[in-house]
């Protein structure tokens, strides 16, 4: 393989530099990046399979942690990499929330994202890492998904906002921030504190949210040398006389019960 077919492209956050890298590693999937900070890389790929008939999205995030990326070997009697850890399915999680509501309404392919650490420098913590990844794997991908979705975290040290605190700065850290958001509003917000007053706190999202730019901007580049183009899919119409029944019958009563100050 040339290294013609090999694209790179970064960004700097907060003077570290972030790289997104495609086409060395897992070519087979519909869209796979390795994204890099310091001596932490994840691979993220995001794959479709078939086309399922069910009224709902069938998206399935995946963290895979393995031992090797810390330089460790499993011990005990099973020298074998074990369950998904609650870390792991905790940044699943994280990864999940801000994608999901964006997929396209008629998606009905089973999907898959996996984000696995091939390297941590037990500096960078790779999360947020993952959360880029699996956003720029959607974009080069085929899968028609609308917008990039970037990722940050903020902490609080001696009275100031960090971006993208070191794993030990965030042991000292008065506030832990993780925000998702594409380049025109925020989509996540996941948060612990130490008493940080709200004022602040929109603060560090204002400043979230200009990094997040970055990200996306980046993202959109590797989709522009990179990417593949986007499957075509029918959206599903909604009988307007039907739709009209519904709420003329029911959408006062619904208005009221959602709207339950209890």
Not at 14 to 29: H, L, N, P, V, Y
Not at 50 to 69: C, G, H, I, K, Q
Not at 105 to 128: C, F
Not at 136 to 163: C, H, M, T, W, Y
Request: glycine letters at 8%; aromatic letters at 4%.
């Amino acid at each position: 393989m040339s290294s013609d077919a090999v694209t790179t492209v970064s960004v700097e956050i907060a003077g570290q530099e972030i790289s997104f890298e495609t086409g060395k590693m897992a070519r087979q999937a519909s869209g796979a990046v390795v994204v890099r900070q310091g001596d932490t890389m994840v691979l993220s790929t995001a794959t479709i399979g078939n086309l399922r008939d069910v009224d709902f999205l069938p998206l399935t995030v995946d963290v895979e942690e393995r031992m090797y990326a810390a330089g460790k070997i499993p011990g005990s009697f099973f020298k074998r990499e074990g369950r998904a850890g609650e870390k792991a399915t905790l940044i699943a999680r994280m990864i999940d929330r801000p994608l999901r509501p964006l997929f396209p309404k008629g998606w009905r392919r089973e999907t898959q994202l996996v984000g696995m650490p091939l390297s941590v420098d037990q500096v960078v913590a790779y999360d947020v890492l993952a959360m880029n990844g699996a956003s720029a794997a959607l974009q080069i991908s085929d899968i028609p998904f609308p917008a990039p979705v970037g990722a940050v975290r903020i902490g609080k040290l001696e009275g100031n906002f960090v971006i993208n605190p070191t794993e030990e700065q965030l042991l000292e850290s008065d506030l832990d921030l993780v925000v998702s958001g594409t380049e025109e509003a925020i989509l996540m917000v996941e948060a612990g504190a130490n008493e940080v007053p709200e004022a602040e706190i929109l603060d560090a999202l204002d400043i979230a949210h200009s990094e997040i730019r970055k990200l996306c901007a980046a993202q959109r580049e590797l989709a522009e040398k990179a990417g593949k183009p986007k499957q075509e899919i029918e959206v599903p119409q909604v009988d307007p006389d039907l739709a009209r029944q519904i709420a003329d019958s029911h959408g006062a009563a619904l208005d009221a019960a959602t709207q339950v100050e209890d």
